[in-house]
């Protein structure tokens, strides 16, 4: 009797436990936690997301590349419309009535009771006659943002353009954006997109259930303030990169300056440009269609994408690599009657230079001279093929020191390696019977061997500073700390002895300050600048006018490379242009040429522009279903020329 008495208070005492601890559970949920009633009303607590101010890209000098200005988003919650006059509204925003139904009916089927953006990037002015009558227009809100606007339309393919996201970037950032959010999309807009952007702020609002705001939920605890992005002030010197781009107005082509002590990108020109304003804003898609449809292919951003036979302006990097090899010396001399014979294959030369040296050979680009150090070089442990294809991959991965074959891994998206053949691709090309007659090209520049401005401008460093290069990179610092990657300040050595490089640097400084030299046209006042000029033949019209260079000689500043297509000799354009971009750099002044007495506005004012060539009307074709309007066929000419110029070039004799 006494047992079951006991288990009756046991049984009991468990209840009253368990009701204790439902109880206590339940005040928790109620009293001493709000996760519960959050959950349960998310409905009811809505976030507001502040947009912080992107980052300001600077100059090197602290002058304003990018910068912000205010812009307006309409919301609308579909739930909370009501009646109003709608064509008021319409003609604020700009837009007409059906498309005032089509955006509504889309934001009612993403949510009844959740805001979406309306109509985006609302101008200053037009949110002010917006918010004059906004009170009207219930289940309307308006959400502030910045936009991107660059003071000097300049440096498009440097900044890059920002865009709305993608799916892909919703993955990618793992919820950071929401749909209608923007991002950069190209240039340096996307590759420092994680520091430019900032960190968003939010707002938590609670709604009772009339859905009227009841002020910010738990006193603003679970609110955060926007954080700007940090600034980035880049490597770009405004006044040359403006500059550059005027001179290669109405022209194709590149100009890329380097520091050389550092590997700062001083000029990152790519011709034809766009005004990057123009990427800005409600006009966004129509602009990027025009810009898009230019046949001279203006995205393409050729200081990183360009590809470019070296041509003549290998030579110094061929030299230097004869004179570490020992095959030939400063004091050296080879008979140039005006052409180079290899096997049964002969090889022209622009002059007859007789008895030629190194210095003299680069001072008037002699193919003789180049021909024959680089036929010793491959004939240097014995005439017979196998020994010879041995001497040129060790002589090609020589080459790839120099930054050729590979990207340079510059802080900027898109960068082509293009190309420089290793053995075994000319054993898949020839088979195994090559020798150096069969690839003579390569010894001056041609063949299969091609570059980018930047991989030719920083050759340029390298003999600058007698045998190194510092990665090149565009900026030079984030935020208030100046931050920098320390990979861009680490030295990459070429392996060559910095001794060498005088007589080369000798023949470079000839090249321009002599009156027999080949780039005499970039000749300066009280400055001493070496250089290279390369005239680079082509399958598609007047040859490629190509100059690299620095200054001064010693403790140099400046390194440049300038293509110009279709300019003709190197001399011709791309040497004065480097000379005005290296003067205006070093003293921050114009003077005429020295040589022609040619002033800055002949070569602004010149017209490059290759003739596009309009393909043949497309045949009538008599069923009506595969007929080609006249629009449509003016669309395959342009097709076809684009396939024209992306195909690699045959390339010949160079200066």
Known sequence: MDQLFNRKYIIQGLFVLLAILLLGNLFY??????????????????????????????????????????TYDLIVTPKLVKPFDTLSL??????????????????????????????KLLSVETYAALQEKLANYEGFEVQKRTIRYYPDSIASH??????????????????????????????????????????????????????????????????????????????????????????????????????????????FVSSPGYDP???????????????????????????????????????????????????????????????????????????????????????????????????????????????????????QNKVRKFGIGDTLGIDFPGEKAYKLFRKKDYDKKHGKYWSNSTIMSVAIGQGEINTTPLQMANIMAIIANRGYYLKPHIVKGIGNNKYIDPKYKQKHYVDIDAKLF??????????VNTSTGTATESRLRNIIMAGKTGTVQNSRGKNHSVFIGF???????????????????GGSYAAPIASYITEKYLTDSLTGRLINGATIQKYKDANLLPILKVTKPVNKITDSLNKNTKKENN???????????DKPKKNATTK
């Open 551 to 569: 200054a001064p000689r010693d403790n140099p500043k400046i390194a440049i490379a300038v293509i110009v297509e279709n300019g003709g000799y």
């Open 277 to 395: 304003n123009k990427l800005v804003g409600n006009n966004f898609s129509k602009n990027y269609s025009e810009i898009w449809a230019n046949p001279y292919q203006a995205f393409v951003v050729r200081p990183i994408q360009g590809g470019y036979s070296p041509g003549s302006a290998f030579k110094p990097l061929d030299a230097l690599i004869a004179l570490s090899e020992g095959v030939v010396d400063p004091n050296s001399t080879i008979f140039c009657p005006g052409y180079y014979v290899a096997g049964n294959r002969k090889f022209k030369c622009e002059h007859i230079d007789g008895n030629t040296n190194l210095r003299w050979a680069l001072s008037r680009s002699c193919n003789t001279y180049f021909y024959s150090i680089f036929a010793k070089m491959m004939t240097k442990n014995g005439n017979s093929r196998i020994k010879q294809q041995a001497a040129y991959e060790a002589w």
């Open 635 to 645: 669309k395959i000419a342009i097709n076809t020329f684009n396939k024209e110029i």
């Open 90 to 119: 319409c003609e604020i925003i700009g837009i007409d009535m059906p498309t005032f139904r089509e955006k509504l009916r889309k934001a009612t089927v993403k949510s009844r009771y959740q805001a979406s953006i309306f109509q």
């Open 29 to 70: 949920i109620q009293i001493g936690t709000d996760k519960y009633f959050i959950n349960a009303n998310s409905n009811a607590l809505r976030k507001s997301y502040i947009f912080p101010a992107r980052g300001v890209i600077l100059d090197r000098n602290n002058n304003i590349l990018a910068q912000n200005q205010p």
């Open 502 to 511: 005088e007589p080369v640097i000798a023949g470079m400084q000839d090249a």
């Open 158 to 267: 440097f900044l890059g353009y920002m865009r709305e996201v993608t799916q892909g970037d919703l993955d990618k950032y793992n919820g950071y954006y929401r749909s209608g959010d923007y991002i950069g999309k190209t240039g340096i807009e996307k590759e420092y997109e994680v520091n430019l952007r900032g960190t968003k702020g939010v707002t938590h609002i609670l709604y009772n259930v009339k859905n009227v705001a009841q002020g910010k939920y738990a006193d603003g605890k679970l609110d955060s303030m926007a954080i700007s992005g940090d600034q980035l002030t880049s490597t770009i010197d405004i006044g040359i990169q403006k500059l550059g781009e005027e001179l290669l107005a109405n022209k194709v082509g590149s100009i890329v300056a380097i520091e050389p002590a550092t590997g700062e990108v001083l000029a």
